[in-house]
């Protein structure tokens, strides 16, 4: 039936073990799916923070960093309702842009599974919050209420 016979010219499908096998040829190991204790990781990158322990600590505090720059990003005066103006909508644009940015950034990190990077992030979130969010910094004398929200920009 127009050149087809019993034997096929197409190549066969990869078997779904070939990802992980092409993987472990490339990076040197299957990718984690369960969480492990280490600095011989890879986060965002290909290769860092590598097997320094220098550049595994770099990654940590900027995980930290970024964590807490988020939630002073999500708790700003800018991200405030205020009047409306389209050169106070654009700064409020922005700054929800990046706030969601390195919340993706960061949930992606931590998605390398490791233990040092995920409580790293939930550091910098938890100090983030006690700093710009919780009542542990707010001036709470005179007229205002609980339910005020003083800004620390």
């Not at 369960?34 to 990654?59: A, H, I, Q, R």
């Not at 807490?68 to 990003?73: F, H, Q, T, V, Y």
């Not at 929800?96 to 998605?111: C, E, H, N």
Request: with cysteine; aromatic share 14%; net charge positive.
């Amino acid at each position: 039936m127009n050149g087809m016979s019993g034997s096929s010219s197409a190549a066969p499908a990869p078997s779904p073990s070939a990802f992980f096998q092409h993987r472990h040829r490339h990076h040197g190991g299957m990718m984690h799916m369960t969480f492990f204790w280490g600095k011989n990781t890879e986060v965002l990158f290909d290769g860092w923070p590598g097997t320094s322990l220098t550049m595994y600590w770099v990654c940590l505090a900027a995980i930290f960093a970024f964590s807490a720059l988020s939630e002073w990003i999500s708790r700003c005066g800018v991200m405030k309702a205020g009047p409306a103006s389209f050169g106070g909508g654009i700064v409020q644009t922005v700054a929800y842009t990046v706030r969601a940015g390195l919340s993706y950034l960061i949930m992606l990190a931590v998605m390398s599974f490791n233990g040092g990077v995920f409580l790293a992030a939930m550091a910098g979130f938890g100090l983030g919050f006690m700093i710009f969010g919780s009542r542990a910094f707010k001036d709470t004398a005179g007229n205002h209420t609980h339910t005020d929200v003083q800004s620390h920009c």
